[in-house]
Nanobody, 118 residues
Framework: QVQLVESGGGLVQPGGSLRLSCAASGSIFSRYRMGWYRQAPGKQRDMVAHITSGGRTNYADSVKGRFTISRDNVKNTVYLQMNNLKPEDTAVYYC????????????WGQGTQVTVSS
């Protein structure tokens, strides 16, 4: 079992920045690929970014160059630095942990709201 606790969401104006954090507990953190997903009202949940235990990253085209995912395997924490935020970034952001050995096994945080509006 993995428990994920997200923080850092909030209301920000276009062009602003936020850093989301996801603290994981309950298992060996390095055994999971970590990721951030988001879901806007009326839309499906989409991958924003993910990072392997070795630090390999992948980003959705819509956030590439603006968002940066990172992880600290000592602190068991994953971060999402979001810069130059746009209104279309508004969504509930979810932290995800996917087992490296068994990808079907994954865990989700409760989500944190990010609202980009003037």
């Amino acid at each position: 079992q993995v428990q994920l606790v997200e923080s850092g969401g909030g209301l920000v104006q276009p062009g602003g920045s936020l850093r989301l954090s996801c603290a994981a507990s309950g298992s060996i953190f390095s055994r999971y690929r970590m990721g951030w997903y988001r879901q806007a009202p009326g839309k499906q949940r989409d991958m924003v970014a993910h990072i392997t235990s070795g630090g390999r990253t992948n980003y959705a085209d819509s956030v590439k160059g603006r968002f940066t995912i990172s992880r600290d395997n000592v602190k068991n924490t994953v971060y999402l630095q979001m810069n130059n935020l746009k209104p279309e970034d508004t969504a509930v952001y979810y932290c995800n942990a996917e087992s490296v050995a068994i990808p079907a096994i994954n865990y989700w945080g409760q989500g944190t709201q990010v609202t980009v509006s003037s």
